[in-house]
């Protein structure tokens, strides 16, 4: 019986105020946000039939997230409406070292999470269910959500995959490394950054990173490099998958963005390597215009690219 999803993800949507002008502007545009969100979206632009899991305030922002999911065709008969908490928000600043975040989402209506929130069907009807380690750190009731969300998958037959997205300012590192490290058993495909799992693994080396992961029980591992590239292994074969070059503004999300393409890309039947190249083109494309939301790319685009017709960007060497 074919999946009535594509993919499944869980997490917390935010509104973004992303920083622009100068650094003494006071000038900040409104997006918006939230790792798993971003990911579903991006995945949605690819054409993968998604469907988004979470709680949202009874407020402005929080019907406003709703709005965008809908709009981007994504699923939201799981969401839940909280009347007694706030939508999370957070801000985006801009520097000579990159961009820095402060976020507003202590107490949110996500953080709130239950198990009881979730949509058993749901979950049970899609190929692939998406997480993040965020989901796990913003309190308790959203750590015990993801666990009984993963549950329901296992025992659906549902894969799972996983993105730590280490936050400090979360949980500290030895709580994170505890609650990861025995989440990447139960996961089919692992989707760590390499400033993430250096911290969690303390190992410097790409490769000696993906080995750490497979020893700790990750299947497949998709290292993302950043500007160069990622890694794709399945415990047997590594394989490196080259960057794609573009004159980057912003990268708010391209992670995300690269999650969810790949997962998209999976459903329409690419190989791993396949999958990991088109979303490696999608995140660089994403890191081209201001924001987490807006300049995610749909497929046309990342073909374009692919194809050699987009003059904006080349093939690294």
């Known amino acids: ?65 709703l709005y965008l999911l809908r709009t981007e065709r994504v699923d939201t008969s799981g969401v839940v409406i909280d009347a007694s908490a706030p939508t999370g928000l957070y801000f985006v600043h801009h520097g000579p070292e990159g961009h820095a975040f402060t976020y507003r989402r202590a107490g949110s209506a996500a953080s709130r999470l239950q198990p009881s929130d979730l949509p058993v069907a749901m979950i049970e009807r899609a190929t692939w269910f998406h997480v993040s380690g965020i989901s796990q750190a913003i309190s308790n009731s959203a750590a015990r959500t993801v666990r009984e969300a993963v549950r329901i998958a296992r025992q659906a037959g549902t894969k799972v995959s996983y993105d730590p997205n280490l936050r400090l300012a979360l949980w500290t590192l030895e709580r994170a490394r505890e609650v990861i490290v025995a989440t990447l058993p139960l996961c089919d495909l ?33 290292l993302k490099l950043g500007k160069q590239g990622c890694l794709v292994s399945d415990g047997v074969q590594l394989t490196v998958v080259a960057p794609y070059r573009v004159d980057a503004v912003d990268a708010t999300g391209a992670g995300d963005c690269f999650d969810g393409t790949y997962l998209a890309r999976l459903v329409a039947g690419d190989d791993p390597v396949s999958a990991a190249r088109w979303a490696g083109v999608a995140a660089a494309l994403a890191t081209t215009g201001y924001g987490a939301v807006a300049p995610l790319p749909r497929g046309q685009a990342v073909r374009r690219a692919l194809s050699g017709q987009d003059r904006a960007a080349s093939p690294a060497a």
Request: aromatic share 8%; net charge negative.
């Open 1 to 65: 019986m074919r999946a009535t999803f594509d993919i499944v993800a869980l997490g917390e949507p935010m509104v973004e105020f992303n920083h622009a002008g100068p650094r003494d502007s006071r000038t900040y545009v409104q997006g918006f946000g939230g790792d798993t969100s971003n990911a579903i979206i991006a995945a949605a632009r690819q054409g993968a039939r998604c469907a988004y899991l979470t709680r949202l305030g009874d407020d402005e922002f929080g019907r406003m997230c």
């Open 190 to 222: 692992f989707l760590p950054s390499l400033d993430d799992v250096r911290l969690l693994a303390g190992i410097d080396d790409p490769a000696g990173i993906v080995a750490w992961c497979h020893r700790m029980g990750a299947r497949q591992v998709v």
